[in-house]
């Protein structure tokens, strides 16, 4: 280990650093952190309960948020929001910036995490037309993470658990990304469209999923929801049916079509319209199964 140290090229002295700050500083608390995180983890000879972050109370939320079948900045994002650290309003001014603390998008309450993501009119929508069906007025808490615990609590039993947990976390984020529509562009969405965002989102993030794996047939969630049995990938048609495609229909009826609409007066998008018409029907004739 030692020989494995880079020689400094600067020729400076060596020094002894507490590498858990940024700075090399030891300090109390950076001190204490690491103690409780060894203690957590059993380094200090006490059983640990994993890995954590502060505020553990011996529960499984931590975890239970790096195990999510998310994209990794969706657990990042997630793993924010129960340490109240997202950049909601509230927080915010809490770092002394000058804003207002009104929910940007109800302007009715102030705007924490469990305000903007459980009880605010346009997060309430999202959960109910989404197809969990979720009356967030069932639910309570002090903050984000008692509303998540919750949620991880009602479904914990569910066979369909990570699917479930799984587009939580989705309606969360298109949650977050529709109020930042509203602060940076000034776009209010409507929630029924987002619902839609929401579906769409969580089966390509399950189709990419199985793709990965490299084995689509495996894939028991999205695949034969959006496919319906045809392979994940578009297959490249034989060369030959290629090039009677591109050349035969593609340029050679856009020539004949164009002429035509020219006669008849229709415009550019009617006349490429008309030109791929027959070329699609063609495709149907070959087989082509899978149209993208
Ligand atoms: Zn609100």
């Not at 529960?59 to 195990?67: G, P």
């Not at 940007?104 to 959960?127: N, Q, S």
């Not at 509203?182 to 969580?202: A, E, L």
């Not at 229709?266 to 495709?283: G, I």
């Amino acid at each position: 280990m030692i020989l494995g140290l880079p020689v400094s090229v600067a020729g400076c002295k060596d020094k002894i650093i507490w590498h858990y700050s940024t700075n090399g500083a030891c300090s109390v608390r950076t001190g204490y952190g690491v103690a409780m995180e060894m203690q957590a983890n059993g380094e200090l000879g006490r059983k640990g309960t994993g890995g954590c972050s502060r505020r553990d109370e011996g529960d499984h939320c931590w975890r239970d948020i790096w195990d999510l079948a998310v994209p990794n900045k969706l657990k990042l994002f997630e793993w924010r929001c129960c340490n109240n650290s997202l950049a909601v309003r509230v927080n915010l001014i809490r770092h002394r910036m000058q804003v207002d603390s009104l929910c940007v998008m109800c302007a009715e309450v102030d705007e924490t995490e469990h305000h903007l993501f459980f009880e605010c009119a346009f997060g309430r929508v999202l959960w109910y037309c989404c197809s969990l069906q979720l009356d967030m007025g069932c639910f309570g808490g002090r903050d984000f993470r008692d509303y998540w615990k919750g949620l991880c609590m009602r479904f914990r039993e569910n066979n369909r658990y990570e699917e479930v947990m799984q587009e939580c976390v989705f309606v969360l984020w298109r949650i977050w990304k529709s109020r930042n529509d509203m602060v940076f562009n000034g776009v209010f969405v409507n929630p029924m469209d987002m619902v839609h965002v929401i579906w769409k989102q969580i089966l390509e993030f399950r189709v990419a999923q199985c793709v990965e794996r490299g084995d689509p047939d495996e894939c028991k969630m999205g695949q034969r929801v959006i496919f319906a049995g045809q392979p994940v990938r578009w297959g490249r048609p034989p060369f030959r049916v290629l090039n009677s495609i591109a050349m035969g229909l593609g340029v050679g009826n856009l020539a004949k079509v164009a002429a035509d609409s020219e006669r008849s007066g229709s415009t550019a998008a009617m006349a490429e319209a008309a030109a791929l018409r027959p070329a699609v029907q063609v495709c149907i004739e070959l087989g082509c199964q899978m149209w993208r």
